[in-house]
C-alpha cells in the first residue's frame, strides 16, 4: 500500500540554525498537505502543495514539492524557540480523501 | 467557530470496560476522520465517513473496535471490551470536502489498566 516516509525522526538545533524535514512517496501523489504539532496538542495544518515543483513561503518556512510528485520537503530558516514541535507531512493519493501521514520529525530548538 | 469538539479529553478505565469517545465536526464540514496516535506507531488513520457514510474502515485495529456518525454533527468511536495496548491519543478531523486540509480536534487521551 502506499507509505509516506519521512526524515529526519528527530533535529535538535540552536535557536537560529535552519532545519529542513524530507518526506518521500513511492508512488506519485494528488498533493501533500503539511501539519504541524506542538508538545501536548494537536496536529495544525499548515499548508497543500498541488503542482508538480510547487514552492510556497510562510515568513520563514518553504515549502517544496518535486517534480514527480513523490517528494516533499518543509525548511525553516533561522529557527526560533516558538518552532518547537513535530512537523508532519501527509500524502493524499486520490482516494476520497484519506491522508497517509509520515512519522514526523520532532524539532527542538535550544536558545 | 467552535473547531472540532471531542470529549471527553481524558479518560482513565479499567480492561475489559466499554470505551465511547465522542466527536463533533464543524458545522458544514463533509468529512469526518477518526486518528489514534502512539508514540510507538505513530498517527494512524482508523477509519473516515463522508457525508456520514464510511468509506474506510481498513484502519481499525479489530472487531473490538466501531464507529458510527448517525448524522452530519456527531460521531462515536467505541472500544469494547478494552485493552491495555489501546492506550493512546484518539483524534477525530474534519474536512469541507475529502482530499482537503482537515482540522483536529484536542484529542481524547485513553488510558486503560
Known amino acids: 500500500g502506499q507509505q509516506v516516509m519521512q526524515i529526519p525522526q528527530y533535529q535538535h538545533v540552536q535557536e537560529g540554525e535552519d532545519f529542513t524535514t524530507y518526506c518521500n512517496s513511492s508512488?506519485?501523489?494528488?498533493?501533500i498537505q503539511w501539519y504541524k504539532q506542538r508538545p501536548g496538542g494537536h496536529p495544525v495544518f499548515l499548508i497543500q502543495l498541488v503542482k508538480s515543483g510547487e514552492v510556497k513561503k510562510q515568513k520563514r518556512l518553504t515549502f517544496q514539492f518535486g517534480e514527480a510528485k513523490k517528494n516533499s520537503s518543509l525548511h525553516i530558516t533561522a529557527t526560533q524557540t516558538t518552532d518547537v514541535g513535530t512537523y508532519f507531512c501527509?500524502?493524499?493519493?486520490?482516494?476520497?480523501?484519506?491522508?497517509?501521514f509520515g512519522q514526523g520529525t520532532e524539532l527542538s530548538v535550544k536558545p | 467557530d467552535a473547531g472540532v469538539i471531542q470529549s471527553p479529553r481524558h479518560e482513565v478505565t479499567e480492561m475489559g470496560q466499554e470505551v465511547t469517545l465522542r466527536c463533533k465536526p464543524i458545522s458544514g464540514h463533509n468529512s469526518l476522520f477518526w486518528y489514534r496516535q502512539t508514540m510507538m506507531r505513530g498517527l494512524e488513520l482508523l477509519i473516515y465517513?463522508?457525508?456520514?457514510?464510511?468509506?474506510?474502515d481498513s484502519g481499525m485495529p479489530e472487531d473490538r473496535f466501531s464507529a458510527k456518525m448517525p448524522n452530519a454533527s456527531f460521531s462515536t468511536l467505541k472500544i469494547q471490551p478494552s485493552e491495555p495496548r489501546d492506550s493512546a491519543v484518539y483524534f477525530c478531523?474534519?474536512?469541507?470536502?475529502?482530499?482537503?486540509?482537515?482540522?483536529f480536534g484536542p484529542g481524547t487521551r485513553l488510558t486503560v489498566t
Open positions: 465517513f463522508n457525508n456520514n457514510v464510511p468509506i474506510d
Open positions: 478531523a474534519s474536512s469541507l470536502e475529502g482530499g482537503w486540509e482537515q482540522y
Open positions: 501527509a500524502g493524499n493519493y486520490n482516494q476520497g480523501g484519506k491522508l497517509i
Open positions: 508512488t506519485t501523489l494528488s498533493n
